[in-house]
């Protein structure tokens, strides 16, 4: 979403960095371009002009200006600024679900994937939070909403209420709240109905509700891609109904961001989740820090983490970790990590969470590498036979041969992936018991402070973790990690890869 705020960002950021000494005119001149950068992202123009405002006379100062590397000192400065306009350094805020049952209300206007997102938080309240759902629609004007939120419910395995005709909203809220009391639910949550418009009549059935409900968090959804629109939303909503935070849906879209960025400093609330995509497993919980990070090409290296610890499966983590501890990698784990990687956005979605992602992803474009590479070489894993795939040594030329016109290739590209497979075993085997100390080192230092020694900006620190990580965890794609102009991936592109020098 923030693609073209983070390349012309990065470009600042280079011309800030590629000079030895700062005057005040440079780092003035560097503003400036941010703050157009900013505003055709489509952040608020208020918002822009305090953002700047803000960070000017500590990026000018004496001290910046006359330090060892004042270029990076003053993307710290804008890192931070960002950080404060997007909610602050408080730890990324969760759901106040103290009371039992604790209801949560959804609002939000037609279509901004309300009750997707209401099935999003349900699944995570269930998986993550280990609490007892009940969703409930009030939608009374559209009969095919109730029954939507009927099916997202199956899907998830999380409980609706009966569907009865006839009922207010406010009824339905009612009857949704007795039945949580009676059935033992922790969370009750009420999709209530949307318009396409703000209109008076769906304000004022939502207040009604609300107070009756006497909701917990009372959340408004919104569509980030309605850029400024939705900021507006967000605020007129809240002058009715006393939001306590936002979810921001379409985070995977490719709008300018703006909403995303204008949102907190506008409405002053905190936005809690993203919408990362249609399914349901598509909510991220928003924090200022790693969005901060993404937006100036630093990376996110905390979310991906995450998102590797939900993917991966725990027993296959044990077992995986049980085999680099001894050093063995065998075709199926390495078709195994492919698929890890399918399953977390593909090299494409990992690649944007990257420190240094810009430089990496232009390796890999002038590699011709991408998603449909990595699904041949898992096709190339999946013609051989279980024998072949724990011990490559049996893959003799005609059995290749077997396997390239099993998967539709040529058997250069078998002997690719052999190859590959060879480098990462090698490497699995040095690191053994090593990697996993280094990667807990390294996840340890993140938890204090996002980043090791505070140094927000020492993208160096931030690339040699995520190397270290990146080869500790399997499912990040292997050994090596990814940045570093992909040098660390054997097989993925890296001059020590499949690529013949
Ligand atoms: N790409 C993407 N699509 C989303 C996201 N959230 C919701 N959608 C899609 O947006 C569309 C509308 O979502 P709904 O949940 O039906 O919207 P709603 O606000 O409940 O709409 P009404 O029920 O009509 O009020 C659906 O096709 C969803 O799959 C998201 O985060 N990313």
Redesign the pocket.
């Known amino acids: 979403m923030f693609d073209a705020l983070t390349d012309r960002l990065s470009g600042v950021f280079d011309g800030l960095t590629g000079k030895g000494s700062l005057s005040e005119k440079d780092v003035s001149s560097a503003l400036r371009e941010i703050r157009v950068a900013l505003l055709e992202a489509d952040v608020a123009l208020d918002v822009v002009k305090q953002f700047i405002a803000d960070i000017k006379p500590k990026a000018v100062g004496e001290d910046v200006i006359r330090s060892v590397k004042p270029g990076q000192q003053v993307i710290k400065i804008v890192n931070d600024g960002l950080v404060e306009m997007l909610g602050g350094n408080e730890e990324a805020q969760g759901l106040r679900i103290d009371n039992i049952p604790a209801v949560i209300m959804m609002a ?13 938080l349900a699944r995570r309240l269930k998986n993550h939070d280990r609490k007892k759902v009940l969703m409930a ?1 009030l ?1 009374v004007y ?1 009969p ?2 109730m029954h ?1 939120l009927k099916v997202l419910g199956e899907q998830i395995e999380v409980d609706t209420l009966p569907i009865t005709d006839g009922q207010m909203p406010v009824d339905i809220a009612k009857r949704a709240v007795n039945a949580a009391k009676l059935g033992g639910y922790d969370v009750v949550i009420l ?1 209530t ?3 396409t418009t703000l209109d008076e009549q769906m304000m004022g059935e939502a207040a009604q509700v609300a107070e009756f409900a006497n909701p917990a968090e009372t959340i408004l ?1 919104a ?2 891609l309605t850029g400024q629109d939705a900021v507006e939303t967000a605020r007129r909503f809240n002058d009715r109904l006393k939001l306590t935070g936002l979810i ?6 490719d709008g300018r961001g703006g909403a995303a960025l204008s949102m907190r400093a506008v409405t002053g609330l905190p936005i809690k989740f ?6 349901s497993d ?2 991220e919980v928003f924090d200022a820090r790693r969005i901060a990070g993404r937006i100036l090409g630093q990376g996110d290296v905390v979310s991906l983490v995450e998102r590797a610890a939900a993917e991966l499966d725990e027993e296959k983590t044990k077992r995986m970790a049980e085999k680099m501890a001894k050093g063995v990698f065998d075709l199926e784990d390495m078709a195994e990590q492919f698929r890890q990687l399918q399953r977390m956005g593909g090299l494409g979605g990992i690649m944007g969470m990257m420190p240094g992602a810009k430089k990496a992803k232009a390796a890999m474009d002038s590699q011709g590498l991408d998603d449909k590479v990595i699904k041949r070489q898992e096709a190339i894993i999946l013609s051989m036979t279980p024998k072949e795939r724990a011990k490559p040594a049996l893959l003799n030329a005609s059995r290749k041969k077997r396997v390239a016109a099993g998967a539709g290739v040529h058997v250069s590209e078998v002997n690719k992936v052999l190859k590959m497979h060879k480098q990462m075993a090698g490497m699995m085997k040095k690191m053994g018991k090593g990697g996993m100390k280094q990667m807990a080192k390294a996840m340890g230092a993140m938890g204090q402070g996002g980043v090791p020694g505070g140094q927000a900006m020492d993208s160096a620190a931030l690339q040699d973790m995520a190397g270290k990580m990146g080869s500790g965890l399997p499912g990040l794609g292997g050994p090596g990690g990814m940045p570093g102009g992909m040098g660390g991936l054997p097989g993925l592109g890296g001059p020590r890869g499949g690529k013949k020098k």
Do not use: P, Y
């Open positions: 939000g206007l037609q279509g901004s994937g309300k009750t997707t997102t209401t099935g999003k629609s939608d559209r095919a909403a939507q999709d109905a949307g318009r959804v569509d980030a921001l849906t379409r985070m995977d879209g993203l919408g990362t995509g249609e399914k598509g909510l």
